[in-house]
């Protein structure tokens, strides 16, 4: 079992930055590939950005290539989203989950464990 919890959600103008967080408490934290994902009003949760146990590897969607970045500190059980050059369509909740496969996965049904999710809002 392992509790996620995010924050750092909020109001940010088009072009801004927001740094996401996700606190993990339970069993090792290193044990999980994490996973980001985000659902906007009236559409499906959809992948975000994943990445391995070790950190060592990620893959984004396309939608935030080179705009948002994962990370991970093991050593502090918290995974990290930093999102740059922020559109109004990013405006979502954004969820983080754990997943017991190395590399995370795209998909939401891999994931086993889901925070309550920190909503973002992006205006023009």
């Known amino acids: 079992q392992v509790q996620l919890e995010e924050s750092g959600g909020g109001l940010v103008q088009a072009g801004g930055s927001l740094r996401l967080s996700c606190a993990a408490s339970?069993?090792?934290?290193?044990?999980?590939?994490m996973g980001w994902f985000r659902q906007a009003p009236g559409k499906e949760r959809e992948f975000v950005a994943r990445?391995?146990?070790?950190?060592?590897?990620?893959e984004y969607a396309d939608s935030v290539k080179g705009r948002y970045t994962i990370s991970r500190d093991n050593g502090k059980n918290t995974m990290y989203l930093q999102m740059n050059s922020l559109r109004p369509e990013d405006t979502a909740v954004f969820y983080c989950?754990?997943?017991?496969?190395?590399?995370?996965?795209?998909?939401?049904?891999?994931?086993?464990?889901w925070g309550q999710g920190t909503q973002v809002t992006v205006s023009s």
């Open positions: 990445i391995s146990r070790s950190g060592g590897w990620t």
């Open positions: 339970g069993r090792a934290f290193s044990s999980y590939g």
């Open positions: 989950a754990a997943s017991d496969a190395v590399l995370g996965s795209t998909t939401p049904n891999a994931y086993r464990f």
